[in-house]
């Protein structure tokens, strides 16, 4: 009997444990002026790719992080990028040889920011952290922010 407690106490700690979390993919697509869907979730552990497709006439962007950043009192990006905070290497791949590039911004990439022309996709993929636990926002800062202040933004909600 002293055995079986032992291991039952094992077992029971072992079932609460949080199992490694399944990889997740969300579509998001983008478009004068909005992300859909506008709020994502995920879990620490998950490996997380975001599809970018972007349906509008603009470029659009994505970059994720906390607290604006205003120049010119004009959006301009965010003081805290979600990958420079957790020290995490966001993996970006793209149908479109320039989408890692930018016109229309004021800010000079001061963080990971991905890029879609019109008609082109793009993909962010990366494994989220306990750094990353919490409420992010993603944001579009092109046109030197105009995006972003006409309703380009959503949330990206970081739980165990």
């Known amino acids: ?19 490694t979390a399944k990889p997740v993919s969300y579509t998001v697509e983008m478009s004068e002026y909005t992300y859909s869907p506008a709020e994502l979730e995920v879990k620490v552990g998950q490996q997380v790719t975001l599809n970018l497709v972007n349906q509008g006439q603009l470029e659009h962007e994505l970059m994720i992080g906390r607290q604006v950043e205003y120049a010119d009192n004009r959006p301009n990006g965010f003081e805290e990028d979600l990958f420079a905070v957790s020290g995490v290497e966001a993996q970006i791949s793209s149908s479109a040889a320039d989408s890692g590039t930018s016109s229309g911004h004021m800010h000079d990439n001061p963080g990971t920011m991905v890029v879609v022309q019109p008609a082109n996709q793009a993909s962010l993929t990366f494994t989220v952290t306990d750094d990353m636990l919490g409420e992010w926002e993603l944001g579009c800062f092109s046109q030197e922010g105009v995006h972003y202040a006409a309703g380009m933004y959503g949330k990206l909600v970081v739980v165990r």
Do not use: Q, Y
């Open 1 to 19: 009997m002293k055995r079986i407690f032992p291991l039952f106490i094992f077992l029971a700690l072992v079932a609460c444990a949080n199992p």
